[in-house]
């Protein structure tokens, strides 16, 4: 017998649904729900491993105060009190909340009454600045709404889906493989990738676009200049439902071609060939991500994009529109509360002395912020320059994600006041909490979100609270009362809190708001137990079904009409003599965001292992760095240390490096300490993926690998990157002094017991050494370390610490470091769900398999979440593509 319970994944915006079971002796597991409209029973590579994710080592589990435990009721008193008198002595503004978009609608909805309604400031601020924020003003100044126009299907409908700003095979694997699906069902079906890279995302792209940095205003100015002088062109579309087209086109018209050229980087025949397939496709779906919203021009990139949709009337029919692919699994629930410091609750405007009305009306709040709040890069300068004197951080790791994220750590620890709830006790962030509040996490809370296609669904707990930690909602709702706030904070439950947000949200709205879900205003604490997912809008009285907006116009603004916006064309090269390279940055597969949760899965890091900058091979040749050697990337705000790896996917002159890596698990790899504060002047989303930097290659005198069954305390070397192994944790490491003696360097960055000898190894001639520690025939840490990047085969080395090393030979077999001749070595992971290594599919290729699915046959890999079979068709294809030259 196991208990099963229907929840949502808290990964990305996708929103698929899982179902967690737990058998007799308490083991959690997850599959993909069959019946979810999102996933249809699938789930990606992230998903699949949540299990792995939800032990309680490292989680905060009682209140602190200065980094001593404390009750409850003393936290939340001194919160409320220190919040309080702050108000009291520095004005409403003289305080502020962090959150996240990974926070529970409700949750959030209790922060913005709270801060917005109550305290009466709007400094309120989200991590979805970081994220979605050019997308939601981009919206806004279209359609009059922050508006998602569409639904997944479309995406399956559409025959032509352009990807832009987005790595979907990594980023949004469910949706990917629903594309990837459709597309083998309907090869006539095109895709599109336009990406300064080529991601793993475009080996599905008919046709793949490696677009200058931030080229995206131009070329879909370009686009729109070509449509209006084609058959395409929807007269009747523009003339009934948008005003503002001549303008637009009259200077979309003045971009030569040869200007377009140069400014998008790409060669004439595949611009030519990108503007007839979108003139003479109907049903085109452009779904953008962070490559669109993270630069200085992401709201007119939106708003570019937008214009072609509009000029051609595609929008809201099946097959057609612009999809703003939402990030965090609750981007878009947190746009609904009116979480940015810009916004009001239930999709109300700031601005709008009538909706600010109407909100604290419907709140009997006794006042309501007046004017928008600081956002997230303005905020943090506030809390460095004083103007904020109490900080609350809630779900949200900014020391890690925030741009100039050295300055903005700065900012934090010089704070008179911070708060911090987070689930786990140590983070980049937590260091610096003068209260530390311990969060329930996924598995234990109870809530909704809303995903990308506006589709709302329940996360239900499966597990109890561990220890003391409390959901975020009652923090807020407990911080509220004891602010004298207690009529409007008496919620106890999230149902409760849902169905008063979805009675604003229905508050005199009568269809002049897009966000209505009356239906639930009223919702009985077991139907929401029982709710089913699904999309807004969802009014009194209407049955649920599958929503579109705009196919016969109905835009937001006063007028009925969507707006065509003039957009500018932006600086895009910020390269300089001294930072020659344009830094991107974004994120891989197996890895979310600050690494708290994915980092705990040995299975998901041995995908990839360790901080990296991808480089094409004659940038590489010409700042003398090589393949998997170190790379120094810096910028006038900071520095990291991350390794090569050297690839012609990167474009000439520019590096990518992921965003996740920060100082719980490398040395000196938070790559936001070199992004440059710079942002978009609607959005204030900062610009992070467009960053001008110097590269130089990292001498090291030694670099090392090493494998041990506990986690090392303290690494001291010059660069580090640790990760969780089956049996312990490896590390990478590289000195840039060589350690006078090695042996001693083990015994304290592993803490050997004294009597544990080791058993080595050295090659005077090379350089290379190999230690051992045994405690019986267990491995305790084994460490190789050579003068070039050490060479032993990685997942072999980690299986050591699972093995038995009864006898001699083993033992030396281990320090002679290679893999005996009957165990060969899998090589780096590819298929993290069977743990199928690139080695093991080079040899089922080289024995025949010459399909995703052979392989498949072959070895398992990529037959359970599919994230992997991208990498596995590039294998082969690699490997075909060889035998034949
Ligand atoms: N595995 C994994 N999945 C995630 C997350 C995660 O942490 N890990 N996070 C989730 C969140 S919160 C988000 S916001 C999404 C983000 O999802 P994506 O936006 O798909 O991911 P990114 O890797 O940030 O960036 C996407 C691509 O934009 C490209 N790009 C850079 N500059 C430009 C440009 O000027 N023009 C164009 N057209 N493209 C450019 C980059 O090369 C990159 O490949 O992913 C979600 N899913
Ligand atoms: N250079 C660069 N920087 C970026 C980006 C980029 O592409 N490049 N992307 C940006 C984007 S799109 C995003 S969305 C951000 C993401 O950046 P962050 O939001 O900073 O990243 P996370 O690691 O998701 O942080 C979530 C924190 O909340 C904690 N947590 C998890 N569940 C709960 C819960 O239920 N309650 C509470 N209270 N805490 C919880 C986690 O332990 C973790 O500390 O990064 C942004 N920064
Ligand atoms: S695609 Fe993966 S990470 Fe995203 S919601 Fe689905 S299972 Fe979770
Ligand atoms: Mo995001």
Redesign the pocket.
Known sequence: MSAETKTTCPYCGVGCGVIASIDDHGKVSVKGDPDHPSNYGRLCSKGSALAETIDLDGRLLYPEVGGERASWDDALDLVANHFSETVAAHGPDSVAFYV????LTEDYYLANKLMKGFIGSANIDT?SR??MSSSVAGHRRAFGSDTVPGTYEDIELADLVILTGSNLAWCHPVLYQRLAAAKAERPGMKVVVIDPRRTVTSDIADLHLAIRPDGDVALFTGLLARLAQSSAIDQNFIATHTEGFSDVFAEASALSFSDLLDKTGLPAMQLREFFRLFETTEKVVTCYS?GVN?SSSGTDKVNAILNCHLATGRIGRPGMGPFSLT??PNAMGGREVGGLANMLAAHMAIENADDRDRVQRFWKSPVIAERPGLKAVDMFRAVADGRVKALWI?????V??M?DADTVEAAIKACPFVVV????RQ?D?TRHADVLLP????AE?DGTVTNSERRISRQRSFLPSPGEAKP?WWQMAEVGRRMGFTEAFSFRSPAGIFAEHAALSSFENNGSRDFDIGACAQIAAEDYETLSPFQWPQAAGAAAQTTRFFAKGGFFHADGKARFVAVKMPVSDRTSAEFPFTLN???IRDQ???M??TGKSARLSSHIAEPFAEIHPRDAIEIGVSDASLIKIESPQGKVIVRALVTERQARGSLFVP?HWNDSFAAKAR??TV?APVTDPFSGQPA?KNVAVAARPFKASHYGFAVSTAKPQHLEAAYWALAKANGGWRMELAFDDPVEDWAEWCRTTFDIPPDVEPLGYADQTSGDLRLAFFDGDRLIAALFLARQPVAVARNWAIAQLSASHGNMRKRFALVAGRPGANTPDPGATVCSCFGVGVNQIVGAVRNGCHSVEAVGKALNAGTNCGSCRAEIRGIIDGCLATAAE
């Open positions: 996240s978009g990974q926070l991590n970081l994220c962070q993270q990030g965090q809630m779900a949200t790791n900014p890690v994600s741009p709830s987070d689930v786990l983070t962030t969060s329930i996490g996924w809370k975020d940055t974004g994120r979310w965001h600050t708290t949760r965003m790559i936001d992004v992070s």
